[in-house]
Each structure stands twice: as C-alpha cells, then as structure tokens.
C-alpha cells in the first residue's frame, strides 16, 4: 500500500501525529496547561478535545500535579502525553520525572513501566527572556532511564512523537518553538513505527565531522553548504535521540575525517558536547586537531532580541569556527 503523504509545518505534524496516537491507542490521554479548548499555545494541540472529548484536558497550572499524575497513570496502563508548556517549567517539577518516572522500572524490580511522554519546547525567540529560553536537554541526559529526543523537522517531529507513546521507558520529546510555523514540507502519516534510537548523515563529507541536533541542525546545514563554496567538506551527522546515543555514528565519521565540531544551543559548560567529545576520545580516536565546542555562553538570556541573537551560534559563526579547526 502506497505511502500517504501530507504537506505539513512542524507543528502540524505534531498535531497530525497526536490525532494518530489517539485514534490508534485508546489508552492515550493528552493533557496539560492550555492544551485542551484553547489548544495549546503554539495550536499544536488543535482540535484533540473536539474529536477526543475528555481524552484531551486542561490542567491547573502546576507542573509536579500535572506530572506526577502522569506517572501514576503510566503505571496503571494509560500511556499520557503531557505537555510543559516551556523546558524552564520542567524544573518545577523535577521530582516527578527524576525521582519517580526515571526509577519505576528499578523500584519495581522491573515489573513496572512508566510508558509516559513528555513534550516541551525550548530555544531562544525573541522576547524569551531568560525564564523561557534554556536548553535544558544536558541536565535530564543525566538522568539514567529517560529518553530524550530532539526532532528538527516537520517529519521528525511526527515520527519521533510516535515512537515516543510506543516506548515503555518516560520520554522526554523536545521540541523547538522557532521551528513550529515554518516552511511546510512532504510528511508520510501512516509510516510504522519506527525504533528507538539512531543518528543520521545530513550532509557528506571529508574534512570534519559536525554533530549537532534540534533547531541548530538548519544553522549547522546552512553554514557546511558557505564552507564548501570555501573549499572544506563538512559531514554533518544529526542526533535526533540524545538518550539512547549513537556513539558508533559519530566514532565512526570522526576516525574518516580526523576533526571534530559538536554544535548545540545549550550553553557549552555542561553541555552535551562536552559528552560527545569525551566519548570520541574514549574510543581512542586519532583526531588532528582538538575537538571543537560551538554553543552558548555562559550566561542568562538577554531580554533585547538584538542581543539574543548575538549570544545563539548562528550559521556565520560555524563558519568562522569550524574554519579554523579544519585550516587552523
């Protein structure tokens, strides 16, 4: 049976992929702050209480009852789809997903699971301010038995939110509010569910290998097509799943191409490319300059748009700095 496609914007197709879920698994419920009558903030859960009644709710505005209900619920055999409204609120109520989701498999000697998804959405947009702008995703890869993933596009962003209800370990899918109302793009809607994990080569290349996910994967795309027109051939390897990770992937293009460049919008200390980086050295790769951090300083989010943007790794300054480790 053919494919069926449908030209749909990222957030869309989180839409498109919740309307899914609901229909094909009657244990799924979708709740949380603004997301039932108003339907969402971003109106990516449009639509889910007209057709699914009180399988799609509005909460209180409490974090830990929203999420901690959740894992109860996990645990009874429902598989909820909660959303927090920004990655910054998650830490409201970092118990229940630290402290409780992460540890039912291991409490329960693994007669339990938690099948529970978590939806959030992170990076800097204008007026974000510092409470709404943190890239969070290094702190919860801290955290053993949570998945986390990051999708970019608009196919991504069905796929991975898909196979995220379908796993039996909590999940934690981070979305990206930039990418929400972009270009629309060719989405398949009725594609199995795919596994969990992996990593993927966007673009070819000899002289370094880039690793980057989320909403920095455009920025990171746009500068290896100014660095080829500049003579370096950069292979970029997206991540879309942080948790599990796909070391061999990136061990594996790093030993071809004798460089490394991890780029992310989390601040660099802390951040996941610290991880990255001690991984590929840990498999004893022969690298032939030191490996390179691209992120954001260490700092709060500027109010000002002019200033947020100057703090963000935009596409210009991969250029520049991932110039320099390949020419030195």
């Known amino acids: 049976m053919p494919s069926t496609e449908r030209k749909l914007s990222y957030g869309e197709a989180v839409n498109a992929a919740l309307h899914r879920l609901m229909e094909e698994l009657p244990e799924t419920l979708v709740y949380g702050e603004d997301v039932g009558v108003p339907g969402g903030v971003f109106g990516v859960t449009r639509g889910l209480r007209r057709q699914f009644g009180d399988r799609a709710f509005d909460t209180p505005i409490s974090e830990a009852a929203i999420l901690g209900s959740a894992v109860g619920a996990a645990m009874m055999g429902r598989r909820p789809i909660v959303e927090i409204m920004w990655a910054d609120f998650s830490l409201v109520a970092l118990d229940q997903i630290v402290n409780q989701a992460a540890n039912v498999r291991y409490v329960s000697g693994g007669r339990m699971a938690a099948p529970l998804t978590i939806r959030t959405q992170q990076g800097n947009a204008p007026g974000a301010c510092a409470q709404h702008s943190q890239c969070l995703e290094a702190l919860f890869l801290h955290v053993p038995g949570l998945r986390v993933c990051m999708p970019s596009t608009p196919q991504d962003a069905y796929d991975l939110l898909v196979t995220a209800v379908h796993c039996d370990d909590p999940v934690l899918v981070v979305e990206n509010r930039t990418l929400y109302f972009g270009a629309k793009e060719p989405v398949v809607v009725d594609g199995p569910v795919r596994p969990v994990g992996g990593a993927r080569t966007r673009r070819a290349g000899s002289d370094v290998t880039v690793v980057t996910w989320g909403a920095m994967t455009h920025r990171v795309l746009e500068a290896a097509e100014e660095l080829a027109r500049e003579g370096v051939e950069a292979e970029v390897l997206e991540t879309p799943w942080l948790n599990p990770f796909d070391t061999g992937a990136v061990v594996e293009s790093a030993r071809r191409t004798g460089r490394l460049a ?67």
């Open 262 to 328: 991890v780029v992310h919008e989390a601040n660099v200390t802390g951040g996941f490319g610290a991880e990255v980086v001690a991984r590929v050295a840990g498999a004893g790769v022969p690298l032939a300059a030191p490996p390179l951090r691209v992120g954001a300083p260490d700092l709060r989010m500027p109010a000002a748009p002019v200033l947020a943007q100057a703090v963000v790794p935009d596409s210009a300054r991969v250029v520049r700095e991932v110039r320099a480790l390949v020419k030195g």
